[in-house]
């Protein structure tokens, strides 16, 4: 069992810069595969990036990739996303999940309750 909690989101202009953080609590964090997901108001729950237990292997969805990078710190228990470039179309609710399988899908058996991201124009 392991808990996450993310932190890090706000409001921010387009063409700025934030860093969420995801501290999981429980088992040790190199048990998981962490990712990060978001969903908008009215959309679907959208693939953004995974990293793999010790931080070797990542991907990103597409909306995304160039602009923003995941990485862990195991030591911390905690995954981070760095969002750079950030555009109104960013603007969502971002989940931490961590999980046995590096997916694109949302097969993650663990959620936070996530957080806010709004990029203004």
């Known amino acids: 069992q392991v808990q996450l909690v993310e932190s890090g989101g706000g409001l921010v202009q387009a063409g700025g810069s934030l860093r969420l953080s995801c501290a999981a609590s429980g088992r040790t964090s190199t048990t998981y595969v962490m990712a990060w997901f978001r969903q908008a108001p009215g959309k679907e729950r959208e693939f953004v990036a995974v990293?793999?237990?010790?931080?070797?292997?990542?991907d990103y969805g597409e909306s995304v990739k160039g602009r923003f990078t995941i990485s862990r710190d195991n030591a911390k228990n905690t995954v981070y996303l760095q969002m750079n470039s950030l555009a109104p179309e960013d603007t969502a609710l971002y989940y931490c999940?961590?999980?046995?399988?590096?997916?694109?899908?949302?097969?993650?058996?663990?959620w936070g309750q996530g957080t806010q991201v709004t990029v203004s124009s």
């Open positions: 999940a961590a999980g046995f399988g590096f997916y694109r899908s949302e097969k993650y058996d663990y």
């Open positions: 990293i793999s237990r010790l931080g070797s292997t990542t």
